[in-house]
């Protein structure tokens, strides 16, 4: 087995050009570190597989600065990379297929005359919020220590725990006995091997009978369900207890208390325009509510995550694990990007924002709901 492959090999192997190789090589991004017996620059085992992560990310679109965060992090490793992009192309396979169903559809209902509403035509670029955003999810969603023990002190006692809307399995209990509940199979497969077992199904219709477990816990999900407050009684139906952590857009100006949707994108408001009222789910289920302060370095790549931290926001793969973004639009998307990067770069955004230098934590309406 070879310990070392030339640049003309690799480039014959990966199918990319040698300059292509060597203008990687001179911003950084993938270095040949070894050598051959003759003195020449080559590649090692480790130095081929970090291209092939970076051609994998950038045949999926990735741009090279993103590239080179992802596979710069040092907290991923390749089963990691290969998870991550697994569920890249999975969900590129599965929205290209619902496509061609839905094209199917309607191309018989053509033949046979019958009229196409414009919901149905629509229909083919309809897939699940989750399905479109979950392949780059992992990126920079994850737990978040502070926020995970407020969680999981409101857990109590319980054993048995339902966790609905589970995702890639963030915060999930290490010491309880855990189910999760996720319906995107994008999602779902980049589940760690070692993570609780999950079940497909969704909220609204949970394949439980009464009182199963100890507690049904939901994190930053509901706002993704088709019908919150369905979702929520089928977990207090399926649970003793319920742990909910969603956020209260019932304070007067609430989409003014992150500079982001006040200053840059006031489209964030609409997007919740359907979304129930933090009172209408506290009487649902009968709970009560704590506030869920955000770390100023929060680790969990949430919409509010960046908050002391604007810069991030700049960063697409940054944005692509958060669903607002997906929701207001691409244009609104553009506009935000280009408004905060020109008042970063003009002092502006500090100036605004001074008063935040100094705080280690804000209240930006994440609440727990517990039962």
């Not at 309880?176 to 980049?190: I, L, N, W």
């Not at 003014?256 to 919740?272: K, S």
């Not at 680790?299 to 604007?310: H, K, N, V």
């Not at 697409?316 to 970063?344: F, I, K, P, Y």
């Amino acid at each position: 087995m070879e310990d070392h492959w030339t640049v003309g090999r690799v480039a014959e192997l990966t199918g990319v050009s040698v300059r292509t190789l060597h203008h990687y090589d001179e911003i950084r991004l993938v270095r040949p570190s070894a050598r051959t017996a003759a003195g020449y620059r080559a590649y090692s085992a480790d130095d081929v597989e970090r291209l092939r992560e970076v051609l994998a990310y950038r045949r999926l679109g990735f741009g090279l600065r993103e590239v080179a965060d992802l596979v710069g992090d040092p907290s991923t490793d390749a089963v990691a990379h290969l998870r991550r992009l697994r569920g890249l192309l999975l969900e590129r396979r599965d929205r290209a297929d619902a496509m061609v169903a839905a094209i199917d559809r309607e191309l018989e209902a053509r033949a046979k005359g019958l009229k196409v509403t414009p919901e149905e035509q629509l229909e083919m670029l309809g897939a699940r919020l989750y399905d479109a955003i979950g392949s780059a999810y992992t990126a920079t969603r994850r737990t978040e220590p502070r926020i995970a023990a407020q969680i999981w002190d409101a857990l109590g006692d319980a054993q048995t725990v339902l966790n609905v809307g589970a995702g890639t399995g963030s915060y999930e209990p290490a010491d309880r006995d855990v189910t999760a509940v996720e319906p995107s199979a994008v999602m779902r497969g980049q589940r760690p091997a070692d993570a609780a077992p999950c079940v497909a199904a969704a909220a609204e219709s949970l394949p439980f009978e009464d009182r199963s477990f100890d507690v049904a816990m939901a994190v930053s999900t509901v706002h993704h369900w088709g019908d919150p407050i369905a979702g929520l009684r089928e977990m207090r139906r399926v649970a003793h207890r319920v742990v909910v952590l969603t956020f209260d857009t019932d304070e007067p100006g609430w989409q003014d208390r992150f500079w982001l949707t006040r200053d840059y994108l006031p489209e964030f408001a609409a997007v919740l325009t359907e979304f129930p009222s933090l009172a209408g789910m506290v009487d649902a289920i009968g709970a009560r509510t704590e506030p869920v302060p955000i770390p100023w370095d929060c680790a969990d790549g949430l919409f509010e995550a960046y908050w002391r931290r604007p810069a991030a926001y700049l960063e697409d793969h940054v944005r692509r694990a958060m669903s607002v973004w997906t929701r207001v639009g691409l244009e609104a998307e553009q506009r935000a990007v280009r408004s905060l990067s020109d008042d970063l770069d003009s002092g502006r955004w500090a100036e605004r924002n001074s008063d935040l230098a100094d705080l280690d934590a804000a209240d930006l309406g994440l609440r727990l709901l517990i039962v």
